[in-house]
């Protein structure tokens, strides 16, 4: 092994790779599957489809981040979700590590504009995995109902080709554009993410989704999964 390759299989502050449930999901999404590109594989399809995607879970802490919390949870957003499948695929001596962009949402929900305030995702989260000699994206957002419900194929990972969100729906409209990309992380870089997320939505909003949660409001009051989608 590159010895380079060391820092993408180790636990970190965030991701706990060594936490019990962590390593029994781990076990129980590879079985007995020894190939390291089959094995990123059904792990990249435990995590799309096992955790439901919530735009509205809790992000201002590190333990919103930890394997261990999403699991418990089961349900997050696209940062949270590559973290658990960052960590997943450290268990299983995959080198792996997360990547950031920003994309535009032109098929999103009216509540998730409002709440927003704007259709870019700054800081969107997937996972990169080192398998046969290279680095390769795999975006575990969105659950396959959901992309049934919103119209949009669900992604797929063959462990030989990045996985990114899809340009257009299965009605030819507009869906993700990436209009930046920020690098690549060992580590949830959680103060970069709140920074830029303060620069882009506003410090008083980004406050304002602190104080929601903090409240518990964000599981009374929003259900994606049954919003309806508009075109932007």
């Known amino acids: 092994m590159d010895l380079s390759l060391d820092r993408y299989l180790c636990p970190t502050a965030i991701l ?18 020894e190939d390291p590109v089959d094995r990123a594989i ?30 418990e ?38 509540q998730l504009l409002d709440y927003m305030g704007s259709d870019l995702f700054v800081y969107h989260g997937f ?11 795999a975006t575990p957002a969105f659950n396959r109902e959901l992309c049934v419900r919103h119209q949009v194929p669900p992604m797929e990972f063959n462990g030989r ?3 990114l969100f899809h340009p257009f729906n299965l009605r030819n409209q507009k869906y993700m554009e990436y209009v930046a990309y920020h690098g690549s992380y060992d580590d949830v870089p959680l103060a970069d993410i709140i920074e830029a997320w303060r620069h882009t939505y506003g410090v008083e909003r980004v406050q304002s989704w602190i104080d929601m949660m ?19």
């Open 42 to 71: 059904a792990l990249y399809h435990a995590v799309r489809d096992g955790i439901r995607y919530d735009p509205y879970a809790p992000f201002y802490q590190p333990e919103h981040y930890r394997a261990s919390y999403v699991l």
């Open 127 to 137: 996972t990169e995995f080192y398998l046969e000699g290279k680095w390769v994206k």
């Open 73 to 110: 949870r089961g349900r997050s957003f696209c940062i949270p979700k590559a973290a658990l499948l960052c960590t997943l695929a450290r268990v299983c001596g995959i080198p792996s590590r997360l990547g950031f962009g920003t994309v535009r949402n032109h098929l999103t929900t009216k």
């Open 214 to 232: 903090e409240r518990g409001e964000d599981i009374r009051t929003h259900n994606f999964a049954s919003e309806e989608v508009i075109a932007g």
């Open 161 to 163: 080709e990045d996985s």
């Open 16 to 33: 706990d790779m060594h936490h019990p449930a962590v390593i029994r999901f781990a076990g129980a999404a590879v079985g007995s599957i």
